[in-house]
């Protein structure tokens, strides 16, 4: 199998352990479960950074965010950068993307710009750096919401980001527009949009922000859109090689999973997190900023900010979660059955994962942004390969590593400047992962909010900006992450052995891409 196939199936907002084959013994997922019977799931693989945008431009393009200049959410990635699909396209694969793509901004609100540093006067536009340098305008704008929403007929130019064959969805739960709207439209038949909060059935609960119960049914809903997509797409007889990205918006928040699925887990029975009792917000080792971000979500619930959440609402969140991971893993069963009909089951590579994680509990606290505790960073890996054994991998993993595994096992090299490595190679050992976030600059008033995180022989170590505070955990002896060791004068020695990790992997992972073209 020189030139296989791949179907890469991708989840939003999943943390590893909201799934069966990762211990979790409520959450019913048997397809994905039958994946990591047959292939190797990696135990320990980790984002690059915690959020949606940043991390899908580096599982893309086998980047940090620093480098290829996704940061955080807001700026796109580059429409000069190169991607694995780019890499597969360009060597004759059929490339297919249907679902969330998030290489683009999806807010049509725009953000404030810097200005220019120093006193004097104010520099003319075309010298001033910060403003040149913007990936804006009408080529970036292809994943507007908003613009979806005015004009479902439109369309995007091809290729997008390598993918050839594109089917958009850009939102999250039943708040879903792109290339789903018009599908959705047509199958509606003159019926009323069943979409949002404002279109919830009456018997929606009240009260627990980020739910509601959907209006639209199970076969009209996001995820069954992008596995008919997956499944239509699997039907061409081509006999070119092929890859594949479904890529679903669920399980991310807001938590509506359509029809039987929205009451599939009874909350009563969920437990909650071993940490739910240590709350972030009782944490007097923290920044301001940090414990700021929280506040902000305190403040706007229904929005994209952790919050706090108490006990009753927190398992119906989580039951909820699982309702949507199942439907998931139902449409998951459904594409693996296109695939063995089309008879290409033999000459493909299936991988399952996940962008980031979710709170979903963990010291009181739901979503994203803020600490990196182990419920966020830590996402599902799963790659069957039918020339592979099944196995467990123990190997420490990065996001930046999947593009650089792909590429290799598609007998290809990778591009120069690509950061990651393969994590099938015989010989490959641990490395530290590093996790670059931007934080979020509007909960401080000199916007210095980023961190960074450093995993590494089984600790955590997080470094805050502008903060002589910071997070140094022993996940072995305290996996619910409850006892921070940061000032602890007997743990001085292993916090100095992560800061001279951190040091000596921001220098490995510094940019390449930029040649020199002369020695002088």
């Not at 907002?13 to 994946?35: E, F, K, M, W």
């Not at 969805?169 to 509606?188: A, K, P």
């Given at each position: 199998m ?6 890469v199936?991708?989840?939003d ?7 069966g084959?990762?211990?979790n013994?409520?959450v019913?997922?048997?397809?994905v479960?039958?994946?990591a019977?047959r292939g190797t799931?990696?135990?320990r693989f ?32 580059g429409?000069d950068?190169t ?9 004759g694969y ?5 679902g969330?793509a ?26 001033d ?5 913007q ?5 970036y ?5 908003a613009?979806w ?8 130019p091809?290729?997008?980001?390598g ?6 969805c850009?939102g ?15 199958r509606?038949?003159?019926?009323p ?9 009456p ?5 627990v ?5 959907t209006?639209v049914?199970e ?7 992008v596995?008919?997509e ?7 007889r081509?006999d070119?090689?092929f890859?594949?990205?479904?890529s679903?918006p669920?399980p ?7 029809g039987?699925?929205?009451?599939m887990?009874?909350?009563d029975e ?17 920044p ?6 929280y ?6 619930p ?6 706090h959440?108490?006990?009753?609402a927190?398992r119906?969140?989580i039951a909820l ?6 439907l998931?893993?139902?449409w ?7 695939l063995?009909?089309?008879g ?5 590579i ?10 979903m509990?963990?010291h009181?606290?739901v979503l ?7 419920g ?10 039918p020339?592979r054994?099944?196995?467990v991998?123990r ?15 598609a007998g ?8 990651g490595?393969?994590?099938?190679a015989?010989?490959a ?10 934080g ?10 980023a961190?960074r ?5 089984g600790?955590?170590?997080s ?6 505070l ?9 996996p ?5 060791l ?7 020695e292993?916090k ?10 921001m ?8 040649l020199?073209?002369?020695?002088a």
């Amino acid at each position: 199998m020189s030139r296989p196939n791949f179907l890469v199936i991708m989840t939003d907002q999943q943390r590893a352990d909201h799934l069966g084959c990762y211990g979790n013994s409520i959450v019913r997922t048997p397809h994905v479960d039958g994946l990591a019977a047959r292939g190797t799931r990696f135990e320990r693989f980790y984002v690059a950074n915690p959020i949606c945008q940043p991390n899908r431009a580096a599982l893309a393009t086998g980047q940090m965010t620093s480098v290829n200049g996704c940061r955080q959410n807001g700026i796109p990635l580059g429409l000069d950068a190169t991607t694995y699909a780019d890499v597969l396209r360009a060597v004759g694969y059929r490339t297919g993307l249907v679902g969330k793509a998030h290489f683009q901004n999806v807010s049509p609100v725009p953000a404030r710009m810097p200005e220019a540093r120093g006193h004097g006067d104010p520099l003319p536009e075309p010298v001033d750096l910060a403003r040149r340098s913007q990936r804006r305008g009408p080529d970036y704008g292809h994943e507007i919401r908003a613009h979806w929403v005015e004009d479902p007929d439109r369309d995007v130019p091809r290729p997008y980001y390598g993918f050839d064959h594109l089917r958009l969805c850009i939102g999250h739960g039943d708040q879903v527009e792109g290339h789903y709207s018009r599908w959705l439209t047509q199958r509606l038949g003159g019926a009323p949009d069943p979409r949002g909060r404002a279109a919830a059935l009456p018997a929606s609960p009240r009260d627990v922000p980020q739910v509601w119960r959907t209006a639209v049914p199970e076969d009209l809903y996001p995820t069954a859109y992008v596995g008919e997509e997956a499944c239509a797409f699997l039907r061409d007889r081509s006999d070119d090689p092929f890859l594949l990205v479904a890529s679903f918006p669920d399980p991310h928040h807001p938590f509506t999973p359509p029809g039987r699925y929205f009451d599939m887990y009874d909350p009563d029975e969920i437990p909650l997190p071993e940490s739910f009792a240590h709350p972030t917000r009782d944490r007097t080792d923290l920044p301001r900023h940090i414990r700021r971000v929280y506040e902000i979500g305190a403040e706007k619930p229904d929005a994209y900010w952790p919050f706090h959440s108490d006990a009753e609402a927190t398992r119906r969140m989580i039951a909820l979660n699982y309702g949507a991971i199942s439907l998931i893993d139902e449409w998951v069963g459904r594409i693996l059955r296109a695939l063995e009909d089309s008879g290409k089951a033999g000459s493909t590579i299936v991988v399952f994962m996940s962008d980031h994680g979710d709170y979903m509990g963990d010291h009181g606290t739901v979503l994203k942004h803020g600490l990196h505790t182990h419920g966020l960073i830590r996402v599902p890996l799963i790659w069957v390969d039918p020339d592979r054994k099944p196995a467990v991998s123990r190997l420490q993993g990065s996001a930046i590593d999947f593009a650089p595994t792909l590429l290799q096992r598609a007998g290809l090299k990778c591009p120069i400047g690509m950061q990651g490595r393969d994590l099938l190679a015989g010989d490959a050992v641990d490395l530290p992962v590093l996790i670059e976030d931007a934080g979020l600059a509007f909960a401080s008033d000199d916007g210095r909010t980023a961190s960074r995180t450093l995993v590494h022989e089984g600790w955590r170590m997080s470094v805050f900006e502008g903060s002589d505070l910071g997070e140094l955990h022993d996940l072995e002896a305290d996996p619910h992450e409850l006892s921070n060791l940061w000032a602890d004068p007997a743990h001085a020695e292993r916090k100095a052995v992560m800061m001279q990790h951190l040091a000596h992997r921001m220098i490995a992972l510094r940019d390449t891409g930029l040649l020199s073209t002369h020695q002088a």
